[in-house]
Structures are given as structure tokens and as C-alpha cells.
């Protein structure tokens, strides 16, 4: 009858304490192999409860032999891991442990023990062991937090690996960018060695994001955006084809693709596409980031490359003044317009601009606005003061007296025609930026 109730509820053995114990009956020995029960006899005093810790110390391994499996585990965590996958199950093994690497630790499994993996701008990832409690294999805790930080270590690594020719390549397309003509040759050589097809045809991406200050708390966090909002829009260009690297600029971002021979007609369309893609991912991380793209058209060699990265400065122009943020806007759909933003994409010309409206700048504020506005209406319209009074909605008179005192503080001859076409440009290049 203990035997059977023994079985019943799942008891390993029965052990017969009873000094002196006779043999077992032939029928106890069939029933205990039957229902797999062992039978046991107590001939010397033990101590039965310290029988169940050794038996259960016994099964799950001595403290000694945890300890060892701990170092073993710590061992393999020291070396150079091949891949992270590798070293979670080397690790698992030198533990004699259930330990995985998953993203969904809640995905219905019993998991006594779920540590976070801290991995920079990446997604969520947990160490998980099995079965590691207080009361059974302690060390496992200890074994998967510092497996979680070594995985974190790795990943990181990883990252800045992957990062760290991405970094050096836009660095030297920011300096072929932004040096002079007669300096390019030995940056031209070094982009060649590093592999970059700097002879072939390029197409430039220009996104600035024009409330960056706005979204971050200080010049840190401003700065770890926009290496984010960089990294998230090479990304996402790249999601769409072809080669695409970075440069850096510290108002913009500039994304260059780069094709080895002439890529023909499609390749405005194509960029068009793939910055339209950068900016939707970028909208969705940024919820409130306001950008302003510009695609310039491809061109071959150094020379093309900055060529294009001024049309897309232009195009990005344009895209303010027709206020159209977060929408790619390329330079080859300007029309007519074409000519006076790519000549106010140049730093002559901004200069030139800057120069012959800077006596009216000085007025500030409102009296500098109404004052280049009154002097753009005159000039469109040919100098005729009744027209430019209709479209300033002012009297005849006031308008002359505006004109006559913008242009005693201007240094122009209105009567010379190359004074008149440089302030009628000033005036326009003025709107667009």
C-alpha cells in the first residue's frame, strides 16, 4: 500500500528507518519494480533531512562545482568572440546552463531571469537563463548579467567597426566639399586609395533640419542628433539601392550617391525616391523635426561633386521660400528660376548680396523689410512709381519718398544699368533665401 501511494504522488524512494528491518517480501520487491520506487534501508544513524540537502546538492552540483563553472563561463566570456551568437552558446556550455539571446523575453516561455542587453540605438535584446533562482544555481545570475554586458561590449564594437570607414569617407568628402580647387588633388588621391569612386558620376542630397536647437535640451544632446538624424537618413537611402555616402556639414546633412558611369535620366527620379524615403523615416523618429531637402542633378569628377552639392544648396533655398519642409525638391524641376538660385547657391554671390543691401540691413527689423520690399516692388516694375504704388497698395507720393531715401543709403547710381541689375538681383536672390 506505500508503495502505491508512493507512486501515486511521485516519490523516487521509501526508506525503512525501522531497526531491526528483515528482509522485503517478494511481493513488495515486484510492486516497488513495477511502479519504479526504490527501496532503501537504513542500517547505520543518518540524519535523514541532511540526506535530502546532499541528494538535492548532489543533483544540482556542489557549490564548489557551480563556483567552477562560473570561472569556466567567465574564461570564455574574456576572449575575442567569433559572433555573439557563438559566445552566448559557449558560454551556456561552460555553464552546463539554459541561457539565450532573444528579443521577446515575454513571448511565453517560463524565463526565471531576463537581463537587458544595453546596446546604443539599437533594438531591444535579453539575456534569459533558465532555472537561475536563489535556491538553485545562484551563479547563473551572476554568469548572465555579465554575459548581458559582454554582449553589449560586443555589439558595440561592432558598431563603432561599421561606423569607423563611414566616418573616415565623410570626413574626406567634407574636405573635398569645402577645400579650394588647388588643394583637391591629394584628397582626390586619398579617396581613390580608400575605394571611393570619386572619378564617376555624383548626385547630392542636401537636408537641413532647421529646428534641431528646438528638440534638444543642450549642444550635447543637439549634437548626438544630428549624428543620429545623419546615421538614420544614410541608412534609409541606402534601404533603397545603390552606393550612398555622407558628408558632413554643421547646418545640414549631405548624402551623396555615387555611380561608376553615367547614370543617365533616372537618376534624379531614383534620389528624389530615396530622399523622399529618408524623410518619412526621419518623421517618424523626429515627430516635430521641420527639414528641408534639395537634390541636386549628377555630374562627373571632384568638379561634378561640388557642382551638384551647390545645386542642391539651391534647391533646399527654394524649398524654403515655397515653404515646403519635409519634401524633397530637386533643382532640375526650378525652371526659369534655375539660373539666379544656382548663382545664389555661390559665396560670391551671397557676399555680393550681403554687400549691396547691407545699408538697409542696418535699418533692422521691420524698417529693413519694408525698405527691401519697396525697393524690390520699384525695380520689377520698371521704376515706374504709380505701378509700384498699386502693388504696394500706397499713395504715389509715399513710395517716392521711400525711394528716394533707400536710395541715398544705398552706394548704387541708379541711373547706371549694371547697378540696377545687381540691386534687382540682390532683391530677388534676398527672397529666395
Not at 116 to 122: K, M, S, T
Not at 182 to 204: E, K, N, Q
Amino acid at each position: 500500500m506505500a508503495l502505491r501511494m508512493a507512486s501515486s504522488r511521485e516519490v523516487a524512494a521509501i526508506i525503512l528507518t525501522r531497526a531491526p528491518v528483515g528482509g522485503a517480501t517478494s511481493t513488495s520487491l515486484h510492486t516497488a519494480r513495477r511502479v519504479g520506487v526504490a527501496l532503501l534501508r537504513q542500517t547505520e544513524p543518518v540524519n535523514l533531512a541532511s540526506l535530502v540537502v546532499a541528494l538535492e546538492a548532489r543533483i544540482r552540483g556542489s557549490a564548489e562545482l557551480g563556483l567552477r563553472r562560473a570561472v569556466q563561463a567567465f574564461q570564455v566570456m574574456s576572449t575575442v568572440p567569433g559572433d555573439v551568437d557563438g559566445l552566448v552558446s559557449d558560454v551556456a556550455a561552460a555553464a552546463a546552463a539554459d541561457i539565450v539571446l532573444t528579443d521577446q523575453p515575454d513571448s511565453g516561455l517560463s524565463f526565471p531571469v531576463a537581463l537587458p542587453v544595453a546596446v546604443e540605438a539599437g533594438p531591444g535584446t535579453w539575456i534569459v537563463v533558465r532555472g537561475a533562482t536563489a535556491q538553485s544555481r545562484p551563479e547563473l545570475v551572476l554568469v548572465g548579467r555579465a554575459l548581458a554586458d559582454r554582449v553589449a561590449l560586443a555589439a558595440a564594437a561592432a558598431l563603432r567597426a561599421e561606423e569607423l570607414p563611414i566616418r573616415s569617407r565623410a570626413e574626406l568628402l567634407s574636405e573635398i566639399l569645402d577645400g579650394v580647387s588647388s588643394g583637391r588633388s591629394a584628397l582626390l588621391g586619398r579617396a581613390r586609395a580608400m575605394g571611393l569612386p570619386i572619378d564617376g558620376w555624383h548626385l547630392v542630397v542636401r537636408i537641413e533640419h532647421v529646428n534641431a536647437e528646438e528638440l534638444a535640451e543642450d549642444e550635447v544632446s543637439a549634437y548626438e542628433g544630428r549624428e543620429n538624424l545623419a546615421r538614420l537618413l544614410l541608412d534609409a537611402v541606402r534601404g533603397s539601392g545603390g552606393t550612398w555616402h555622407t558628408a558632413r556639414s554643421a547646418d545640414a546633412v549631405i548624402l551623396v550617391r555615387m555611380h561608376r558611369k553615367d547614370p543617365g535620366p533616372h537618376a534624379v527620379p531614383e534620389a528624389m525616391k530615396a530622399a523622399d524615403r529618408a524623410l518619412h523615416a526621419a518623421s517618424g523618429q523626429l515627430a516635430r523635426a521641420v527639414l528641408y531637402c534639395g537634390v541636386g542633378t549628377a555630374h562627373p569628377g571632384a568638379t561634378g561633386l561640388v557642382n551638384s552639392a551647390a545645386e542642391a544648396r539651391a534647391a533646399v533655398a527654394a524649398s524654403r521660400a515655397r515653404n515646403r519642409p519635409n519634401a524633397a525638391n530637386a533643382f532640375d524641376s526650378l525652371g526659369l528660376r534655375r539660373t539666379l538660385i544656382e548663382w545664389y547657391a555661390s559665396q560670391n554671390a551671397r557676399e555680393a548680396v550681403a554687400s549691396v543691401l547691407e545699408p538697409l540691413d542696418r535699418l533692422g527689423g521691420r524698417k529693413a523689410e519694408e525698405a527691401i520690399r519697396t525697393l524690390h516692388a520699384f525695380l520689377d516694375v520698371r521704376g515706374s512709381l504709380s505701378r509700384a504704388a498699386d502693388v504696394l497698395h500706397l499713395h504715389r507720393n509715399a513710395v517716392a519718398y521711400r525711394i528716394n531715401r533707400i536710395f541715398s543709403q544705398l552706394e548704387v547710381d541708379p541711373e547706371n544699368p549694371d547697378d540696377w541689375l545687381l540691386l534687382e538681383l540682390a532683391c530677388r536672390a534676398r527672397r529666395l533665401g
